[in-house]
C-alpha cells in the first residue's frame, strides 16, 4: 500500500514538473514574441510623380494675386485716411 501510494506520488510529482516545464517554455515563447518586429508591408508607400509642374508659373501667378490684394487694401486705407479718428 505504501509502495502504491509512493509511486502515485512519483508519477504526480512527474506530471506536475512535466506541465511546469511546458508552461515555462510556453512563457518564454510568448515573451519573447513581444521583441519580435511587426512585419513590414512589402510594397512601398512612396509614390512617385512624374508630373512636370511649372512652379515658377504658380508663384508668378500667387505673386501677382498677392501684389494685386496689396494694392486693392492701400486703396482702400488711402480713401478712409481723412476720416480716421476724426470722430
Not at 512563457?27 to 519580435?36: E, G, N, R
Not at 511649372?54 to 486693392?72: G, I, N, P, V, W
Request: proline residues 3%; glycine residues 2%.
Amino acid at each position: 500500500n505504501e509502495a502504491v501510494r509512493t509511486q502515485t506520488y512519483n508519477t504526480l510529482l512527474h506530471h506536475l514538473s512535466t506541465m511546469y516545464k511546458s508552461v515555462l517554455i510556453v512563457a518564454a515563447i510568448a515573451s519573447a514574441s513581444a521583441f519580435v518586429p511587426a512585419p513590414r508591408p512589402a510594397v512601398s508607400r512612396t509614390a512617385v510623380f512624374a508630373e512636370d509642374v511649372d512652379y515658377e508659373a504658380q508663384f508668378t501667378k500667387m505673386q501677382k494675386e498677392a501684389e494685386e490684394r496689396l494694392d486693392d487694401k492701400v486703396e482702400e486705407l488711402m480713401k478712409n485716411i481723412e476720416t480716421v479718428g476724426q470722430n
